[in-house]
DNA sequence: TTGTACGCGTTATCAA
DNA sequence: TTGATAACGCGTACAA
Protein backbone atom coordinates (compact mmCIF):
# COMPACT_ATOMS: atom_id res chain seq x y z
CA UNK A 1 0.00 0.00 0.00
CA UNK A 2 1.36 3.55 -0.78
CA UNK A 3 1.41 6.26 1.67
CA UNK A 4 1.97 9.98 1.51
CA UNK A 5 5.96 9.14 1.81
CA UNK A 6 5.58 7.32 -1.37
CA UNK A 7 3.39 10.23 -3.16
CA UNK A 8 5.67 12.73 -2.03
CA UNK A 9 8.44 10.79 -3.44
CA UNK A 10 6.59 10.81 -6.84
CA UNK A 11 5.57 14.07 -6.37
CA UNK A 12 9.31 15.30 -5.53
CA UNK A 13 7.88 16.78 -2.81
CA UNK A 14 8.23 16.76 1.17
CA UNK A 15 5.20 14.85 2.66
CA UNK A 16 3.83 18.10 4.43
CA UNK A 17 2.76 19.46 1.24
CA UNK A 18 1.14 16.06 0.37
CA UNK A 19 -0.71 16.37 3.23
CA UNK A 20 -1.22 20.27 2.03
CA UNK A 21 -2.57 19.26 -1.04
CA UNK A 22 -4.73 16.01 0.20
CA UNK A 23 -6.61 17.72 2.93
CA UNK A 24 -7.13 21.38 0.30
CA UNK A 25 -4.78 23.43 3.10
CA UNK A 26 -3.97 26.34 1.15
CA UNK A 27 -0.22 27.92 0.32
CA UNK A 28 0.73 25.43 -2.01
CA UNK A 29 1.59 26.02 -6.19
CA UNK A 30 -0.93 24.95 -8.48
CA UNK A 31 2.53 23.29 -10.18
CA UNK A 32 3.59 21.07 -6.79
CA UNK A 33 -0.68 20.38 -6.56
CA UNK A 34 -0.33 19.05 -10.03
CA UNK A 35 1.97 17.10 -8.99
CA UNK A 36 0.75 15.46 -6.06
CA UNK A 37 -2.78 14.99 -7.95
CA UNK A 38 -0.82 12.99 -10.98
CA UNK A 39 0.90 10.72 -8.05
CA UNK A 40 -2.28 9.54 -6.36
CA UNK A 41 -4.11 8.97 -9.45
CA UNK A 42 -1.15 6.92 -10.69
CA UNK A 43 -0.45 4.97 -7.45
CA UNK A 44 -4.12 4.50 -6.64
CA UNK A 45 -3.47 6.19 -3.37
CA UNK A 46 -5.89 5.69 -0.34
CA UNK A 47 -5.66 7.52 3.36
CA UNK A 48 -4.96 5.18 6.40
CA UNK A 49 -7.48 6.60 8.10
CA UNK A 50 -6.30 5.11 11.10
CA UNK A 51 -3.08 7.11 10.70
CA UNK A 52 -5.40 10.18 10.81
CA UNK A 53 -7.43 9.34 13.87
CA UNK A 54 -4.61 8.23 15.71
CA UNK A 55 -3.02 11.91 14.66
CA UNK A 56 -6.06 13.79 15.06
CA UNK A 57 -7.21 12.23 18.14
CA UNK A 58 -10.88 11.96 16.16
CA UNK A 59 -12.90 9.13 14.46
CA UNK A 60 -16.23 10.92 12.77
CA UNK A 61 -17.98 7.64 14.28
CA UNK A 62 -20.78 8.13 16.53
CA UNK A 63 -22.09 5.06 18.99
CA UNK A 64 -25.88 4.17 19.03
CA UNK A 65 -27.05 2.08 21.57
CA UNK A 66 -30.47 0.71 21.33
CA UNK A 67 -32.15 -2.61 22.15
CA UNK A 68 -32.92 -3.37 18.49
CA UNK A 69 -33.81 -1.68 14.90
CA UNK A 70 -36.27 -3.69 13.66
CA UNK A 71 -38.85 -1.94 15.64
CA UNK A 72 -40.44 1.10 14.50
CA UNK A 73 -40.03 3.44 17.43
CA UNK A 74 -36.04 2.79 17.68
CA UNK A 75 -36.22 2.21 13.76
CA UNK A 76 -37.35 6.22 13.29
CA UNK A 77 -35.20 7.33 16.25
CA UNK A 78 -32.08 5.83 14.42
CA UNK A 79 -33.34 7.23 10.87
CA UNK A 80 -33.39 10.54 12.46
CA UNK A 81 -30.26 10.15 13.90
CA UNK A 82 -28.96 8.43 10.71
CA UNK A 83 -29.86 11.20 8.69
CA UNK A 84 -28.34 13.89 10.46
CA UNK A 85 -25.30 11.98 10.78
CA UNK A 86 -25.11 11.84 7.07
CA UNK A 87 -24.99 15.42 6.75
CA UNK A 88 -22.28 15.93 9.53
CA UNK A 89 -20.29 13.37 7.69
CA UNK A 90 -20.28 10.95 10.67
CA UNK A 91 -20.78 7.60 10.81
CA UNK A 92 -22.68 5.16 13.22
CA UNK A 93 -21.88 2.67 14.89
CA UNK A 94 -24.78 0.50 16.10
CA UNK A 95 -25.21 -1.15 19.45
CA UNK A 96 -28.28 -3.47 19.47
CA UNK A 97 -28.36 -4.64 22.84
CA UNK A 98 -31.41 -6.41 23.08
CA UNK A 99 -31.83 -5.03 27.05
CA UNK A 100 -28.47 -6.54 27.73
CA UNK A 101 -25.79 -4.88 29.67
CA UNK A 102 -23.07 -6.21 28.73
CA UNK A 103 -23.53 -4.69 25.06
CA UNK A 104 -23.99 -1.69 26.37
CA UNK A 105 -20.74 -1.64 28.45
CA UNK A 106 -19.22 -2.47 25.35
CA UNK A 107 -20.16 0.77 23.30
CA UNK A 108 -18.96 2.57 27.19
CA UNK A 109 -15.77 0.52 26.38
CA UNK A 110 -15.56 2.22 22.58
CA UNK A 111 -16.00 5.35 24.03
CA UNK A 112 -13.25 4.94 26.16
CA UNK A 113 -11.01 3.67 23.50
CA UNK A 114 -11.71 6.30 22.06
CA UNK A 115 -12.79 4.35 18.62
CA UNK A 116 -16.32 6.43 18.89
CA UNK A 117 -16.09 10.27 19.62
CA UNK A 118 -19.40 10.21 21.04
CA UNK A 119 -22.06 7.88 22.06
CA UNK A 120 -25.73 8.18 22.37
CA UNK A 121 -27.37 5.89 24.50
CA UNK A 122 -31.57 5.24 23.69
CA UNK A 123 -32.01 2.90 26.02
CA UNK A 124 -30.10 1.17 28.86
CA UNK A 125 -30.74 -1.80 31.10
CA UNK A 126 -27.08 -0.36 32.92
CA UNK A 127 -27.09 1.98 36.14
CA UNK A 128 -26.90 5.19 35.33
CA UNK A 129 -23.71 4.81 37.78
CA UNK A 130 -22.83 2.30 36.04
CA UNK A 131 -22.53 4.87 32.99
CA UNK A 132 -20.84 7.32 35.31
CA UNK A 133 -18.05 5.74 36.45
CA UNK A 134 -17.44 4.08 33.62
CA UNK A 135 -16.55 7.87 32.02
CA UNK A 136 -13.88 9.74 32.53
CA UNK A 137 -15.96 13.31 31.64
CA UNK A 138 -19.37 14.38 32.09
CA UNK A 139 -22.30 12.67 30.40
CA UNK A 140 -25.52 14.41 29.92
CA UNK A 141 -28.72 13.03 30.34
CA UNK A 142 -32.31 14.54 28.61
CA UNK A 143 -34.40 12.02 30.35
CA UNK A 144 -37.41 13.91 32.73
CA UNK A 145 -38.46 11.67 35.68
CA UNK A 146 -41.67 11.52 36.86
CA UNK A 147 -42.96 9.71 39.64
CA UNK A 148 -46.42 8.45 39.07
CA UNK A 149 -48.86 5.99 40.55
CA UNK A 150 -49.37 2.63 38.99
CA UNK A 151 -51.10 -0.46 39.26
CA UNK A 152 -48.02 -3.08 38.47
CA UNK A 153 -50.58 -5.98 37.38
CA UNK A 154 -51.57 -3.78 34.43
CA UNK A 155 -48.41 -3.15 32.85
CA UNK A 156 -47.04 -5.23 30.53
CA UNK A 157 -43.41 -5.48 29.45
CA UNK A 158 -41.66 -7.35 26.29
CA UNK A 159 -44.48 -6.24 23.68
CA UNK A 160 -42.50 -4.82 20.90
CA UNK A 161 -44.16 -6.66 17.67
CA UNK A 162 -47.30 -7.63 16.02
CA UNK A 163 -47.65 -10.56 17.07
CA UNK A 164 -46.79 -9.89 21.16
CA UNK A 165 -50.38 -8.41 20.66
CA UNK A 166 -52.23 -11.70 21.32
CA UNK A 167 -49.93 -12.61 24.32
CA UNK A 168 -51.33 -9.10 25.72
CA UNK A 169 -54.79 -10.13 25.01
CA UNK A 170 -54.71 -13.78 26.86
CA UNK A 171 -52.72 -12.08 29.99
CA UNK A 172 -55.96 -9.21 30.00
CA UNK A 173 -57.93 -12.43 29.64
CA UNK A 174 -56.76 -14.58 32.77
CA UNK A 175 -57.29 -11.18 34.75
CA UNK A 176 -59.73 -10.76 37.67
CA UNK A 177 -60.10 -7.14 37.25
CA UNK A 178 -59.38 -6.63 33.28
CA UNK A 179 -58.59 -3.06 32.61
CA UNK A 180 -61.04 -1.50 30.11
CA UNK A 181 -58.87 0.13 28.03
CA UNK A 182 -55.18 -0.30 26.91
CA UNK A 183 -51.92 2.44 26.47
CA UNK A 184 -50.08 0.86 23.95
CA UNK A 185 -46.37 1.95 23.57
CA UNK A 186 -46.20 1.05 19.98
CA UNK A 187 -48.87 1.01 16.71
CA UNK A 188 -47.49 -2.63 15.81
CA UNK A 189 -48.18 -3.94 19.17
CA UNK A 190 -51.68 -1.95 19.01
CA UNK A 191 -52.53 -3.73 15.18
CA UNK A 192 -51.85 -7.21 17.10
CA UNK A 193 -54.13 -6.42 19.93
CA UNK A 194 -56.88 -5.16 17.67
CA UNK A 195 -56.08 -8.14 15.10
CA UNK A 196 -56.11 -10.59 17.65
CA UNK A 197 -59.61 -8.94 19.22
CA UNK A 198 -61.32 -9.58 15.80
CA UNK A 199 -60.46 -12.98 15.68
CA UNK A 200 -61.64 -13.81 18.79
CA UNK A 201 -64.62 -11.23 18.55
CA UNK A 202 -63.66 -8.44 21.34
CA UNK A 203 -65.48 -5.43 20.55
CA UNK A 204 -63.30 -2.87 20.13
CA UNK A 205 -63.50 -0.32 21.34
CA UNK A 206 -66.65 -1.14 23.17
CA UNK A 207 -65.23 -3.90 25.31
CA UNK A 208 -61.52 -3.05 24.87
CA UNK A 209 -60.54 0.98 24.05
CA UNK A 210 -56.94 1.13 22.68
CA UNK A 211 -54.51 3.98 21.98
CA UNK A 212 -51.52 3.43 20.13
CA UNK A 213 -47.91 5.06 19.93
CA UNK A 214 -45.82 6.76 17.05
CA UNK A 215 -48.57 7.36 14.53
CA UNK A 216 -47.23 4.81 12.26
CA UNK A 217 -48.85 3.81 8.64
CA UNK A 218 -50.28 0.54 10.28
CA UNK A 219 -52.32 2.47 12.85
CA UNK A 220 -54.24 4.40 10.09
CA UNK A 221 -54.75 1.74 8.01
CA UNK A 222 -56.05 -0.46 10.95
CA UNK A 223 -58.11 2.79 12.08
CA UNK A 224 -56.66 3.12 15.41
CA UNK A 225 -56.04 6.16 17.87
CA UNK A 226 -52.44 6.85 18.22
CA UNK A 227 -50.26 9.49 19.53
CA UNK A 228 -47.96 10.76 17.04
CA UNK A 229 -44.04 11.28 18.27
CA UNK A 230 -41.83 13.39 16.26
CA UNK A 231 -39.34 10.63 16.24
CA UNK A 232 -37.15 11.37 13.21
CA UNK A 233 -36.92 14.88 15.08
CA UNK A 234 -35.97 13.46 18.07
CA UNK A 235 -33.35 11.88 16.60
CA UNK A 236 -32.03 14.53 14.78
CA UNK A 237 -32.05 16.57 17.70
CA UNK A 238 -29.85 14.04 19.42
CA UNK A 239 -27.45 13.69 16.92
CA UNK A 240 -26.70 17.44 17.38
CA UNK A 241 -26.79 17.62 20.89
CA UNK A 242 -23.98 15.04 20.66
CA UNK A 243 -21.91 16.36 18.47
CA UNK A 244 -22.00 19.81 19.58
CA UNK A 245 -22.25 19.18 23.34
CA UNK A 246 -25.00 21.18 23.38
CA UNK A 247 -27.39 20.83 26.31
CA UNK A 248 -30.54 21.92 24.61
CA UNK A 249 -32.97 19.60 26.44
CA UNK A 250 -35.72 20.50 23.93
CA UNK A 251 -38.76 19.63 24.58
CA UNK A 252 -40.74 18.02 21.22
CA UNK A 253 -44.35 18.08 21.01
CA UNK A 254 -46.55 14.69 21.26
CA UNK A 255 -49.74 14.70 19.32
CA UNK A 256 -53.11 12.86 19.85
CA UNK A 257 -54.50 11.24 16.21
CA UNK A 258 -58.13 10.11 16.86
CA UNK A 259 -59.77 7.17 15.16
CA UNK A 260 -61.78 4.48 15.59
CA UNK A 261 -60.08 2.28 19.07
CA UNK A 262 -61.12 4.86 21.23
CA UNK B 1 -4.67 11.17 29.30
CA UNK B 2 -2.24 8.55 30.46
CA UNK B 3 -0.68 6.07 27.93
CA UNK B 4 1.70 3.03 28.18
CA UNK B 5 4.91 5.42 28.30
CA UNK B 6 3.22 6.79 32.07
CA UNK B 7 2.18 3.35 32.99
CA UNK B 8 5.56 2.40 32.08
CA UNK B 9 7.20 5.23 34.04
CA UNK B 10 4.80 4.19 37.37
CA UNK B 11 5.52 0.66 37.30
CA UNK B 12 8.90 1.25 36.60
CA UNK B 13 9.24 -1.30 33.55
CA UNK B 14 9.39 -0.91 30.30
CA UNK B 15 7.07 0.06 27.53
CA UNK B 16 7.08 -3.19 26.57
CA UNK B 17 6.19 -5.21 29.47
CA UNK B 18 3.36 -3.34 30.02
CA UNK B 19 2.35 -3.97 26.60
CA UNK B 20 2.70 -7.82 27.26
CA UNK B 21 0.70 -7.27 30.71
CA UNK B 22 -2.22 -5.57 28.89
CA UNK B 23 -2.42 -7.99 25.87
CA UNK B 24 -2.11 -10.90 28.32
CA UNK B 25 1.50 -12.38 26.47
CA UNK B 26 3.53 -14.52 28.08
CA UNK B 27 6.88 -14.01 30.05
CA UNK B 28 6.18 -11.44 32.24
CA UNK B 29 7.30 -11.82 36.26
CA UNK B 30 4.09 -12.04 38.33
CA UNK B 31 6.04 -8.68 40.37
CA UNK B 32 6.28 -6.57 37.25
CA UNK B 33 2.61 -8.05 36.05
CA UNK B 34 1.03 -6.75 39.76
CA UNK B 35 3.01 -3.20 39.32
CA UNK B 36 1.49 -3.08 35.83
CA UNK B 37 -2.18 -3.52 37.14
CA UNK B 38 -1.38 -1.05 39.75
CA UNK B 39 -0.73 1.01 37.65
CA UNK B 40 -3.73 0.37 35.34
CA UNK B 41 -6.11 0.65 37.98
CA UNK B 42 -4.52 3.55 39.65
CA UNK B 43 -4.30 5.83 36.71
CA UNK B 44 -7.42 4.96 34.91
CA UNK B 45 -6.02 4.54 31.87
CA UNK B 46 -7.44 3.11 28.50
CA UNK B 47 -5.98 2.12 25.65
CA UNK B 48 -6.32 4.22 22.55
CA UNK B 49 -7.51 1.73 20.39
CA UNK B 50 -7.21 3.88 17.15
CA UNK B 51 -2.78 3.53 17.85
CA UNK B 52 -3.67 0.30 17.82
CA UNK B 53 -5.37 0.02 14.86
CA UNK B 54 -2.31 1.84 13.42
CA UNK B 55 0.09 -0.60 14.87
CA UNK B 56 -1.45 -3.71 13.88
CA UNK B 57 -3.33 -2.73 10.47
CA UNK B 58 -6.61 -3.93 11.98
CA UNK B 59 -9.93 -2.72 13.22
CA UNK B 60 -12.61 -5.44 14.13
CA UNK B 61 -14.69 -3.28 12.80
CA UNK B 62 -16.95 -5.03 9.77
CA UNK B 63 -19.45 -3.00 7.52
CA UNK B 64 -22.42 -4.11 6.26
CA UNK B 65 -24.82 -2.68 3.88
CA UNK B 66 -28.40 -2.83 3.58
CA UNK B 67 -30.91 -0.63 2.34
CA UNK B 68 -33.02 -0.31 5.96
CA UNK B 69 -32.50 -2.49 9.01
CA UNK B 70 -36.38 -2.04 10.47
CA UNK B 71 -37.63 -4.28 7.82
CA UNK B 72 -37.84 -7.87 8.91
CA UNK B 73 -35.65 -9.35 6.04
CA UNK B 74 -32.83 -7.06 6.81
CA UNK B 75 -33.38 -7.26 10.66
CA UNK B 76 -33.51 -10.73 11.03
CA UNK B 77 -29.93 -11.32 8.31
CA UNK B 78 -28.51 -8.31 10.17
CA UNK B 79 -29.55 -10.21 13.73
CA UNK B 80 -27.65 -12.99 12.46
CA UNK B 81 -24.58 -11.17 11.20
CA UNK B 82 -24.54 -9.09 14.34
CA UNK B 83 -24.67 -12.43 17.14
CA UNK B 84 -21.77 -14.09 15.12
CA UNK B 85 -19.45 -10.75 15.23
CA UNK B 86 -20.61 -10.64 18.97
CA UNK B 87 -18.66 -14.30 19.11
CA UNK B 88 -16.00 -12.89 17.19
CA UNK B 89 -15.42 -9.87 19.00
CA UNK B 90 -15.91 -7.79 15.60
CA UNK B 91 -18.38 -4.94 15.44
CA UNK B 92 -20.42 -3.67 13.14
CA UNK B 93 -20.68 -0.70 11.25
CA UNK B 94 -24.18 0.01 9.66
CA UNK B 95 -24.61 1.31 6.37
CA UNK B 96 -28.29 2.25 5.85
CA UNK B 97 -28.35 2.95 2.14
CA UNK B 98 -32.25 3.56 1.30
CA UNK B 99 -30.56 1.76 -1.85
CA UNK B 100 -28.67 5.46 -2.42
CA UNK B 101 -25.56 4.55 -4.06
CA UNK B 102 -23.60 7.34 -3.22
CA UNK B 103 -24.38 5.54 0.73
CA UNK B 104 -22.78 2.36 -1.14
CA UNK B 105 -20.10 3.80 -2.02
CA UNK B 106 -19.30 5.66 1.09
CA UNK B 107 -18.66 2.04 2.48
CA UNK B 108 -16.34 1.07 -0.05
CA UNK B 109 -14.63 4.02 0.99
CA UNK B 110 -14.41 3.14 4.45
CA UNK B 111 -13.21 -0.07 3.63
CA UNK B 112 -10.31 1.11 1.01
CA UNK B 113 -9.11 3.14 4.13
CA UNK B 114 -8.92 0.61 6.43
CA UNK B 115 -11.47 1.64 9.13
CA UNK B 116 -13.35 -1.30 8.02
CA UNK B 117 -11.41 -4.83 7.89
CA UNK B 118 -14.39 -6.15 6.43
CA UNK B 119 -17.96 -5.20 4.00
CA UNK B 120 -20.71 -7.40 3.87
CA UNK B 121 -23.51 -5.97 1.18
CA UNK B 122 -26.35 -7.50 1.54
CA UNK B 123 -27.89 -5.12 -1.08
CA UNK B 124 -27.19 -2.78 -3.80
CA UNK B 125 -27.86 -0.57 -6.38
CA UNK B 126 -24.50 0.36 -7.87
CA UNK B 127 -22.72 -1.83 -10.58
CA UNK B 128 -20.91 -4.75 -9.89
CA UNK B 129 -18.05 -3.24 -11.73
CA UNK B 130 -18.02 -0.25 -9.63
CA UNK B 131 -17.61 -2.09 -6.70
CA UNK B 132 -14.37 -4.06 -8.64
CA UNK B 133 -12.96 -0.65 -9.71
CA UNK B 134 -13.37 0.58 -6.13
CA UNK B 135 -10.96 -2.42 -4.47
CA UNK B 136 -7.67 -2.59 -4.51
CA UNK B 137 -8.15 -6.48 -4.15
CA UNK B 138 -10.88 -9.49 -5.44
CA UNK B 139 -14.42 -9.34 -3.52
CA UNK B 140 -16.25 -12.47 -3.55
CA UNK B 141 -19.94 -12.91 -5.06
CA UNK B 142 -22.46 -15.31 -3.39
CA UNK B 143 -25.23 -14.53 -5.21
CA UNK B 144 -26.36 -16.95 -8.18
CA UNK B 145 -27.93 -15.73 -10.85
CA UNK B 146 -31.36 -17.01 -12.76
CA UNK B 147 -32.68 -16.03 -16.30
CA UNK B 148 -36.05 -16.41 -15.66
CA UNK B 149 -38.88 -15.14 -17.86
CA UNK B 150 -41.06 -12.58 -16.36
CA UNK B 151 -44.19 -10.09 -17.23
CA UNK B 152 -43.11 -6.56 -15.97
CA UNK B 153 -46.48 -5.65 -14.97
CA UNK B 154 -46.67 -7.95 -12.53
CA UNK B 155 -43.86 -7.45 -10.55
CA UNK B 156 -44.55 -4.48 -8.05
CA UNK B 157 -41.29 -2.33 -6.36
CA UNK B 158 -41.12 -0.87 -3.58
CA UNK B 159 -43.32 -2.81 -1.50
CA UNK B 160 -41.66 -3.10 2.27
CA UNK B 161 -44.16 -2.33 5.11
CA UNK B 162 -47.33 -3.80 6.22
CA UNK B 163 -48.97 -0.14 4.69
CA UNK B 164 -47.71 -1.28 1.48
CA UNK B 165 -50.58 -3.55 1.09
CA UNK B 166 -53.01 -0.97 0.19
CA UNK B 167 -50.73 0.17 -2.81
CA UNK B 168 -50.60 -3.52 -4.31
CA UNK B 169 -54.18 -3.82 -3.85
CA UNK B 170 -55.28 -0.41 -5.73
CA UNK B 171 -52.36 -1.26 -8.70
CA UNK B 172 -54.19 -4.52 -8.98
CA UNK B 173 -57.76 -2.95 -9.15
CA UNK B 174 -56.84 -1.02 -11.97
CA UNK B 175 -54.99 -3.72 -13.82
CA UNK B 176 -57.21 -4.74 -17.30
CA UNK B 177 -56.42 -8.85 -16.12
CA UNK B 178 -55.05 -9.07 -12.59
CA UNK B 179 -53.13 -11.64 -11.43
CA UNK B 180 -55.05 -14.31 -9.55
CA UNK B 181 -52.38 -14.78 -6.94
CA UNK B 182 -49.23 -13.03 -5.08
CA UNK B 183 -46.43 -14.16 -4.01
CA UNK B 184 -44.90 -11.45 -2.14
CA UNK B 185 -41.50 -11.00 -0.50
CA UNK B 186 -42.61 -9.92 2.98
CA UNK B 187 -45.07 -11.27 5.37
CA UNK B 188 -45.22 -7.97 6.41
CA UNK B 189 -46.54 -6.72 2.97
CA UNK B 190 -48.40 -9.74 3.04
CA UNK B 191 -50.51 -9.13 6.08
CA UNK B 192 -51.12 -5.79 4.82
CA UNK B 193 -52.54 -7.00 1.40
CA UNK B 194 -54.81 -9.71 3.41
CA UNK B 195 -56.17 -6.80 5.55
CA UNK B 196 -56.66 -4.47 2.99
CA UNK B 197 -58.60 -7.63 1.39
CA UNK B 198 -60.54 -7.76 4.11
CA UNK B 199 -61.16 -3.95 4.58
CA UNK B 200 -62.37 -4.08 0.81
CA UNK B 201 -64.14 -7.39 0.96
CA UNK B 202 -61.95 -9.50 -1.24
CA UNK B 203 -62.22 -13.13 -0.88
CA UNK B 204 -58.64 -14.93 -0.11
CA UNK B 205 -57.88 -17.14 -1.65
CA UNK B 206 -60.80 -17.55 -3.95
CA UNK B 207 -60.33 -14.02 -5.46
CA UNK B 208 -56.56 -13.89 -4.61
CA UNK B 209 -54.15 -16.10 -3.29
CA UNK B 210 -51.37 -15.01 -1.65
CA UNK B 211 -47.84 -16.48 -0.22
CA UNK B 212 -45.84 -14.52 2.14
CA UNK B 213 -41.89 -14.59 2.74
CA UNK B 214 -39.35 -15.12 6.05
CA UNK B 215 -42.48 -16.91 8.08
CA UNK B 216 -42.69 -14.27 10.24
CA UNK B 217 -44.74 -14.38 13.57
CA UNK B 218 -47.44 -11.82 11.87
CA UNK B 219 -47.72 -14.27 9.08
CA UNK B 220 -49.24 -17.34 11.78
CA UNK B 221 -51.52 -14.88 13.21
CA UNK B 222 -53.08 -13.71 10.52
CA UNK B 223 -52.81 -17.62 8.84
CA UNK B 224 -51.03 -16.76 5.65
CA UNK B 225 -48.95 -19.10 3.69
CA UNK B 226 -45.37 -18.34 3.25
CA UNK B 227 -41.73 -19.16 2.45
CA UNK B 228 -39.65 -19.87 5.64
CA UNK B 229 -36.27 -18.95 5.12
CA UNK B 230 -33.05 -18.90 7.21
CA UNK B 231 -32.18 -15.55 7.11
CA UNK B 232 -30.80 -15.50 10.94
CA UNK B 233 -28.72 -18.44 9.63
CA UNK B 234 -28.01 -16.69 6.14
CA UNK B 235 -26.55 -13.66 8.45
CA UNK B 236 -24.65 -16.14 10.59
CA UNK B 237 -22.97 -17.24 7.17
CA UNK B 238 -22.50 -14.32 5.55
CA UNK B 239 -20.33 -12.96 8.64
CA UNK B 240 -17.96 -16.22 8.83
CA UNK B 241 -17.54 -16.31 4.98
CA UNK B 242 -16.54 -12.63 5.73
CA UNK B 243 -14.09 -12.69 8.18
CA UNK B 244 -12.72 -15.64 7.51
CA UNK B 245 -12.35 -15.54 3.86
CA UNK B 246 -14.63 -18.49 3.32
CA UNK B 247 -15.76 -19.48 -0.45
CA UNK B 248 -17.87 -21.94 1.40
CA UNK B 249 -21.32 -21.48 -1.45
CA UNK B 250 -23.59 -23.23 0.51
CA UNK B 251 -27.33 -23.23 -0.18
CA UNK B 252 -29.71 -22.39 2.70
CA UNK B 253 -32.84 -24.69 2.44
CA UNK B 254 -36.17 -22.29 1.86
CA UNK B 255 -39.32 -24.19 3.37
CA UNK B 256 -42.94 -23.92 2.18
CA UNK B 257 -45.28 -22.79 5.67
CA UNK B 258 -48.74 -23.85 4.10
CA UNK B 259 -51.70 -22.12 5.68
CA UNK B 260 -54.98 -20.47 4.51
CA UNK B 261 -53.93 -18.06 2.00
CA UNK B 262 -53.83 -20.19 -0.78
C1' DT C 1 12.47 -12.61 31.55
C1' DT C 2 13.28 -7.74 30.21
C1' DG C 3 14.15 -3.52 27.56
C1' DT C 4 15.70 -0.55 23.43
C1' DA C 5 14.41 1.19 19.35
C1' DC C 6 11.85 1.34 15.32
C1' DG C 7 7.69 1.17 12.40
C1' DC C 8 2.69 2.15 11.51
C1' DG C 9 0.76 6.78 8.32
C1' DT C 10 -0.84 11.09 9.40
C1' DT C 11 -1.13 15.87 11.13
C1' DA C 12 0.94 19.91 13.26
C1' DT C 13 4.64 23.03 14.63
C1' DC C 14 8.06 25.85 13.45
C1' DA C 15 11.74 27.62 11.03
C1' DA C 16 13.31 28.91 6.62
C1' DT D 1 5.19 28.84 -0.16
C1' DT D 2 7.93 24.94 1.47
C1' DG D 3 9.98 21.24 4.23
C1' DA D 4 12.26 18.87 8.52
C1' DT D 5 10.77 16.90 12.26
C1' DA D 6 8.22 16.00 16.25
C1' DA D 7 4.18 14.20 17.97
C1' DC D 8 0.07 10.61 18.24
C1' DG D 9 0.08 5.60 21.23
C1' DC D 10 0.93 1.11 20.49
C1' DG D 11 3.11 -3.48 18.91
C1' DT D 12 7.14 -6.06 18.23
C1' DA D 13 11.91 -7.51 16.21
C1' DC D 14 15.85 -8.00 18.21
C1' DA D 15 19.29 -7.88 21.47
C1' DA D 16 20.56 -8.66 26.10
Do not use: W
Not at 101 to 124: F, G, N, P, V, Y
Not at 132 to 144: C, G, T
Request: net charge negative; hydrophobic share 40%; glycine share 4%.
Amino acid sequence: MTNIKDLAKMAGVSVTTVSRVLNNHPYVSEEKKNAVLEAVKASNYHKNINAVHLSTGKTSLMGVVLPFSDHPYFGLLLKGIANQALEYNYKLVLFQTDYMESRELEALQMLMQKQIDSLIICSRTCDLSTIKEHLPFAYRDFVKKYNLPYKPDYIMDECYYFEDGEKVIKQIQEMDAPPSALLVTSDQVAAGIVTCCKNRHISIPDELAIIGFDNQPIAKMMNITTVEIPLENMGKNLFLQAVNGDLSNEELPAKLIERGTV
